[in-house]
Each structure stands twice: as structure tokens, then as C-alpha cells.
């Protein structure tokens, strides 16, 4: 499966952003999809997942502010990115891998995104 990220940009702290991964391939619906994201000289981390069942895992740091969907008739997973702020600037990758859960470790994952970066500004 290929995916492509995209619908980052600049916003103001305490904004929205909606992020999308677009996949291709036939079998979408089989996938767990997971949000990174990465700052200049940090490691890429885990935002935000949903599994092929639906089930979400949120990193703390953006439990009640972040939201992730998927739409499997257009093969597309969306995290809704509320009350932004500066420490969320960052690329955001988005990952599928075939397990029934949303590994947080990145080596687990099959395929990635190229990336869409995300800057908050203050």
C-alpha cells in the first residue's frame, strides 16, 4: 500500500487543522493506521492511531485535543488537529500496518507517508 499525507500547514496557537492519508491499494480496510510526528532533533513519536476494528490509542499529549477517523470507501484516514499549540510543530507522517492494534513503536509499521509538515505558531 502507498500513502500520501497531506492538509498540513501554518496556524496560530489555540487553532484547527485537519491532516489526511490517502492509500491506495484494495485492501484498506485490513490496515491499522497510526499518526507520527517529528521535530527538528527529536525522535518521531506517536500521536495517534486507529486500528482496523476502529479502536483508537491517543499519546497523552494530545488526548482530547487530537481526533482520527478513517473512511474506508475512499481508502483515507483523517486526524483533526484542535487547539494547537507550539510544541505540536512537526512533520506528521502517517503509517499502516496489518495488526488488529496501533503499535507506538515506529519499526513496526509496513509503510509511511512522505510527510506533511504541521507549524504552530505563537
Known amino acids: 500500500v502507498q500513502l500520501q499525507a497531506s492538509g498540513g500547514g501554518l496556524v496560530r496557537d489555540g487553532g484547527s487543522l485537519r491532516v489526511s492519508c490517502a492509500a491506495s491499494?484494495?485492501?484498506?480496510?485490513?490496515?491499522?493506521i497510526a499518526w507520527f510526528r517529528q521535530a527538528p532533533g527529536k525522535e518521531r513519536e506517536f500521536v495517534i492511531g486507529?486500528?482496523?476494528?476502529?479502536?483508537?490509542r491517543y499519546a497523552k499529549s494530545v488526548s482530547g485535543r487530537f481526533t482520527i477517523s478513517r473512511d474506508n470507501a475512499k481508502n483515507t484516514v483523517y486526524l483533526q488537529m484542535n487547539s494547537l499549540k507550539p510544541e505540536d510543530t512537526a512533520v506528521y507522517y502517517c503509517?499502516?500496518?496489518?495488526?488488529?492494534?496501533?503499535?507506538?513503536?515506529?519499526?513496526?509499521?509496513?509503510?509511511w507517508g512522505q510527510g506533511t509538515q504541521v507549524t504552530v505558531s505563537s
Open positions: 503509517a499502516a500496518g496489518l495488526y488488529g492494534d496501533t503499535p507506538l513503536t515506529p519499526s513496526r509499521y509496513m509503510y
Open positions: 486507529i486500528s482496523r476494528d476502529d479502536d483508537r
Open positions: 491499494g484494495r485492501t484498506f480496510e485490513r490496515y491499522s
